[in-house]
């Protein structure tokens, strides 16, 4: 029981970190929305599937770094991990995103060839590249620190960006 308990508080606190960094960044995305008009205020709505997409993000990242296919790129020198990494997350994301906007449609044009005839159409096109550049830019800041940290360590990280600890020196 005690060797389950540790499972589960060890994969909690990993999905905790990208969690939270993603509910940050989509917190941002619909500030950003918001003060475009496209979402006319925040409410209990928007910041639950905040707190979903970030549940979701995080989980879905911790998954994703466990495939072979996102360590190709595991030399020296990290650009070419971390732009590996981009450009993966930003596929799965772009799927979702596209999801995102077929959805609504399926029960609007009753199923999934309509709805997809009218996708094009119906998309706002300005906001959904916006939110995947927005999207995108903080996605290379996660990779590169990440990246970084796998390569010095958590605490030597720790150790050069907030300074040493009182009980370290």
Same mark, same amino acid.
């Given at each position: 029981?005690?060797?389950? /308990? ?5 994969? !909690? ?7 939270? !960094? ?8 619909? !500030? ?16 639950? #599937? ?13 998954? %994703? &770094?466990?495939?072979? /296919? ?12 971390? /732009? ?6 930003? @596929? ?9 906007? /077929?959805?609504?449609? @399926?029960?609007?044009? &009753?199923?999934?060839? %309509?709805? #997809?005839?009218?996708?094009? &159409? ?13 999207? %995108? ?6 990779? #590169? ?7 010095? +360590? ?8 907030? +300074?040493?600890?009182? +009980?370290?020196?």
């Amino acid at each position: 029981m005690n060797k389950t /308990l540790a499972f589960i508080k060890k994969e !909690f606190l990993e999905m905790l970190t990208p969690t939270i !960094f993603f509910f940050v960044v989509f917190e941002i995305i619909l !500030f950003a929305r918001s003060m475009m008009g496209i979402e006319q205020q925040f409410s209990l709505t928007s910041t639950t #599937a905040v707190i979903i997409g970030a549940l979701i993000v995080g989980k879905s990242v911790l998954i %994703a &770094d466990a495939l072979p /296919l996102f360590h190709w790129f595991s030399e020296p020198r990290l650009i070419f991990n971390v /732009l590996w990494r981009v450009l993966l997350y930003l @596929l799965v994301v772009l799927m979702f995103q596209i999801l995102e906007e /077929l959805i609504p449609l @399926l029960s609007k044009y &009753d199923g999934l060839a %309509a709805a #997809a005839s009218h996708l094009s &159409d119906e998309v706002h096109w300005p906001r959904f590249w916006a939110t995947h550049l927005i999207f %995108a830019v903080f996605l290379v800041h996660y990779c #590169a620190i990440t990246a970084l940290i796998s390569v010095i +360590g958590k605490n030597r990280f720790r150790e050069v960006f907030f +300074g040493r600890s009182q +009980g370290s020196r």
